[in-house]
Structure formats: C-alpha cells, structure tokens
C-alpha cells in the first residue's frame, strides 16, 4: 500500500506542470469534461464484472454526490490555478495546506487524534512554508490573488478526503470512485464548450501531457488516494500529500524554468520526513 501511494504522489507531482501546459489548449471546463470522462471509462474494467446498479441508493449516494460536487470545484481551481499563477508553487500551497483543513474537520467530527500526528502534520506545514519561503517574503504571499484557487483547492480537498473516508464505508473503493467520476463528467457537461475545441490545434504535445494528468494523476493517482483513506485513515493519507510539493517544484523547474532555491529542497526534505513520521508505528 505505502510502495503504491508513493507511486501516486508522484503522478500528482508531476501532474502540475502537466496542467499548466494543456491550460494552453482548452478551457477549463473542457478539460475538467474529457478528464473525469477519460477517468471514469479507464475506472470501469474494474468494476464491470460488479452489479454497480445496487450502490444508487440514498445511503451512497448522500456521499458521492456531494464527493462528485467537490471534485468539479477543485478541478475548477485546480487548472485556474495553474493558469494564472506557478505550478509548483501551488503545489506547495495546496499540499501544505489540505492535511491541516482534514485534521480540523476530523477534529471535530472525531475529537480522536494522537500526538505524533499531530506533530508529523506540524512538521509538514512547516516544510511547505520553507518551500513557499515565507520566512523571508512574508505569510502574505500565500493568499496573493494569484493563488487564491490554490487556497480554495485546499479546502475543497480536505472536505472531500473527509466525506471518502466515510462514504467508502458502505460503498467499496472502487465502486465509489466510478460513481463520482461517472457523476463529476455529468456535472461538468452543461459548461462544456464544444464549440471552441478545434481539433487540429491539439498535438502530441496535449496528448501527452494530458494523458498523464488524467490517466495518470486521476485515474491511477486520484483513484489510488481514494482507495487508500479508508484503510489509513484521512489523516495519514492526507500527509502522503506532503511528498508532493519537491515533486511538483522539480518537475516544473524542468519542464517549465520555475526556480529551485536551497529553500525549496530544505522544505521539500522536511515535508518528506513529515510522512515517515506519521505512518512510523
């Protein structure tokens, strides 16, 4: 299970760059359409063999609509965030900040969680701010209008790992996550904009990187994330997100000459630490 969460951080690592460049090709909404379509035809074989008719009921629907809502609106963020401001450094920002808003929510909801967790999700923050460098530039530049969807991205995220944790309960995984892609593509298709997709503008370039950002980070990532709250809880996976941000920082300082500074290592460093330490029994 850890071998295949690590494997999926790194599809969300480099996911961000991905998003930055198919924002090149097609809207937002186009993107969010054809991404979760393409997620939940791939998710299928997996479940074909399953009657999925017995999960539309009230009981597990009361969780993966909403689940499915949530998923839009990050999408919807995700890729304005990407747009409009760095890919890495929204990386950080959400994966920094999505641990602390599920450990609020469980908090209360639970009011059941030990000290080291608490202390790993503190060691990670702390990771994520070096990376952002807000020790020298200011805790300002983390609500800057250009990462604003970020922010949001954050919140959104750590509603949605909360409510999987306990719609998985009476829904198996991966039943649970075709639904919600199966929805989410349903969501997403009033404020599709065919008309402004033209074919011949998409090249290999744009299959490329948006096979990796939705087979990829959703299909295999996303699913596998979802699989794996229930069985570690949505603390700790929520804390695998940490190894995200030196992924994403990397893979955009390649592909996109964003800069790496010793910060950014430092941070990246402690944040991976942050995960060893929460899952050490």
């Given at each position: 299970m850890n071998f295949f969460m690590a494997l999926a951080m790194f599809s969300w690592g480099v996911a961000w760059t991905n998003a930055k460049i198919v924002n090149e090709y097609l809207s937002f909404n186009n993107l969010i359409f054809f991404r979760f379509l393409i997620g939940f035809?791939?998710?299928?074989?997996?479940?074909?063999?399953?009657?999925?008719?017995?999960?539309?009921?009230?009981?597990?629907?009361?969780?993966?609509?909403?689940?499915?809502?949530?998923?839009?609106?990050?999408?919807?963020?995700?890729?304005?965030?990407?747009?409009?401001?760095?890919?890495g450094k929204g990386a950080v920002l959400v994966t920094s900040l999505n641990p602390i808003f599920t450990?609020?929510?469980?908090?209360?909801?639970?009011?059941?969680?030990?000290?080291?967790?608490?202390?790993?999700?503190?060691?990670g923050l702390l990771g994520g701010l070096i990376i952002m460098n807000v020790f020298n530039e200011g805790f300002s530049t983390i609500f800057d209008i250009n990462n604003i969807f970020f922010l949001l991205c954050a919140i959104t995220w750590g509603i949605n790992t909360v409510i999987t944790n306990f719609g998985q309960k009476d829904t198996p995984p991966f039943?649970?996550?075709?639904?919600?892609?199966?929805?989410?593509?349903?969501?997403?298709?009033?404020?599709?904009?065919?008309?402004?997709?033209n074919l011949k503008d998409l090249d290999l370039k744009f299959y490329f990187n948006f096979m990796i950002v939705s087979l990829g980070a959703m299909s295999f990532g996303t699913s596998m994330y979802l699989y794996a709250t229930p069985k570690l809880g949505?603390?700790?996976?929520?804390?695998?997100?940490?190894?995200?941000?030196?992924?994403?920082?990397?893979?955009?300082?390649?592909?996109?000459?964003?800069?790496?500074?010793?910060n950014i290592i430092i941070g990246g460093l402690i944040s991976l630490s942050a995960v060893y330490l929460i899952n050490k029994k």
């Open positions: 035809i791939s998710i299928y074989p997996l479940i074909i063999k399953n009657d999925i008719k017995k999960y539309f009921k009230f009981k597990n629907l009361k969780f993966i609509i909403p689940c499915s809502i949530l998923f839009y609106i990050y999408n919807l963020f995700f890729f304005m965030g990407t747009h409009y401001s760095y890919a450990f609020f929510i469980m908090t209360v909801i639970v009011k059941k969680i030990n000290l080291k967790e608490i202390f790993g999700i503190t060691i039943h649970f996550i075709f639904l919600c892609y199966f929805f989410t593509t349903i969501i997403s298709f009033p404020f599709t904009e065919f008309q402004l997709i949505p603390i700790k996976a929520s804390a695998y997100i940490f190894s995200v941000p030196f992924i994403a920082l990397v893979t955009a300082n390649i592909f996109l000459n964003e800069p790496i500074t010793l």
